[in-house]
């Protein structure tokens, strides 16, 4: 038997109920805050992700699944949605429409990971780009919307932290002093950090391994060497959080694992696995960088199934079930169910009957097993008189009804 692909999942009805549900109330709240959906190739040239996301991190030196197509080019499956999300920005001219402007998207990911809890080859993001405004409030609502989603889900068990890493002025200075701090023991650290140590310094401050995390206690912090541009987009973004009475934690930690960023970046954490469901910040030099005018922007993703974790952890939501079965044997009974059965779909009534030809039994058995609220018996007999027997399938009550959408939808409302 052919098996799905290492890291990849089957989403089942089981399941994709739930999942629907927390895709409806997520979008309900990305239109409160008038975020337009967008929809983006599932591959794009590689290049785009290289000057995007960035030549030295994980996702582009480790993790891309990239392929030359029939015509020589070198193609990538999307890792993450922002770069996507931008190029289409530039693309379509977008920064003549009203500004900001506020994309959201819901989309499959694709990157080569050591697949592990909370870790897949394909996942899905439902992510936000508010594009257009350098302001601080922008990085705020951007978190607003964010913290409002675990409210609407019912996920209490959420931290938010949050740091600066500057713009790339107070970044060069402090990676010089980050760069003294760490070459002093550069041997130590593991070998990952220390291809990190020329390009990508700040990397090392989130390196995952306990001798790493040994030596970065002491290291020099970002937020102690911000300009003074930074240091008050900063404060504002803090000062703002607590007027919003949305509780935060400063985490120096945090440099995140793409380069687009400048300035705010944050993380809502899982309280009980530790695991990051949603991460974001503002990435003001990346519209220059694709080729755009420079357009400062802010945005975040969370990773559906790592949320739909947390989703089941706190909410029981029971599968829709069909308000009635219409039972039916003979060429007379079937053309009355089938019109039956039209007529209250609709009007939006969940309806199931034979398709099978089953015999009556088969059918009851069947009805009995989908949980169908209510059961209606067509058989000789109802055709002859039109009136046919109801049965509350929790309660057992039986009624005779009359073979009239009308009456019908007054036993089963
Ligand atoms: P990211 O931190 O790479 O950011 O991913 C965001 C979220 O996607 C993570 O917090 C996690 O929940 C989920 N995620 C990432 N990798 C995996 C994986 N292998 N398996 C399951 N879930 C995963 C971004 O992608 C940025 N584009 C976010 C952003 C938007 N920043 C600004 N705008």
Request: aromatic share 8%.
């Amino acid at each position: 038997m052919i098996q799905k692909p290492k890291g990849t999942k089957d989403l089942l009805p089981e399941e994709s109920y739930k999942w629907q549900e927390v895709e409806k109330n997520i979008k309900q709240v990305l239109d409160n805050y008038n975020f337009k959906e967008i929809r983006v190739p599932v591959f794009e040239h590689t290049e785009l992700f290289q000057r995007g996301v960035g030549e030295t991190t994980d996702v582009v030196q480790k993790e891309m699944y990239t392929f030359e197509d029939k015509g020589g080019r070198s193609i990538t499956l999307r890792p993450e949605g922002t770069a996507g999300a931008v190029r289409a920005y530039i693309e379509n001219g977008m920064a003549s429409m009203p500004n900001p402007v506020k994309l959201w998207y819901n989309m499959g990911m694709y990157r080569y990971e050591n697949v592990q809890k909370g870790r897949l080859r394909e996942f899905h993001q439902i992510g936000i780009e508010l594009i257009g405004s350098e302001s601080s409030l922008a990085d705020i609502e951007t978190i607003l919307v964010a913290s409002q989603i675990f409210k609407v889900l019912n996920i209490p068990n959420i931290k938010l932290n949050i740091n600066s890493i500057g713009c790339p002025k107070c970044r060069r200075e402090y990676q010089k002093i980050l760069k003294e701090f760490i070459g002093k023991n550069l041997d130590k650290y593991c070998d990952t950090c220390k291809t990190r140590f020329e390009k990508n310094p700040m990397r090392i401050l989130d390196c995952k391994e306990k001798k790493c995390k040994e030596l970065n206690k002491g290291a020099p912090k970002m937020l102690d060497y911000l300009c003074e541009e930074c240091k008050e987009h900063f404060e504002n973004v803090k000062r703002m959080l607590e007027a919003s009475g949305i509780k935060y934690e400063i985490d120096s930690s945090i440099v995140r694992g793409l380069d687009y960023y400048t300035k705010t970046v944050f993380e809502f954490i899982d309280g009980e696995s530790g695991l990051t469901v949603l991460g974001g910040g503002r990435y003001d030099g990346l519209i220059e960088e694709l080729g755009g005018q420079s357009v400062p922007a802010v945005g975040f993703a969370t990773g559906m199934e790592r949320l739909m974790e947390m989703y089941n952890e706190n909410n029981e939501l029971n599968e829709k079930v069909p308000d009635l079965y219409i039972l039916s044997n003979g060429i007379e009974e079937n053309r009355k169910a089938l019109e039956i059965s039209e007529e209250l779909r609709k009007e939006n009534y969940i309806i199931e009957k034979d398709v099978c030809e089953r015999s009556f039994k088969a059918q009851m058995k069947y009805a009995n097993k989908i949980n169908s609220k209510y059961l209606l018996v067509i058989g000789e007999n109802e055709i002859k008189t039109n009136i046919a027997k109801i049965k509350n399938m929790e309660t057992g009550e039986e009624k005779d009804v009359n073979l009239n959408v009308q009456e019908i939808k007054k036993c089963i409302r």
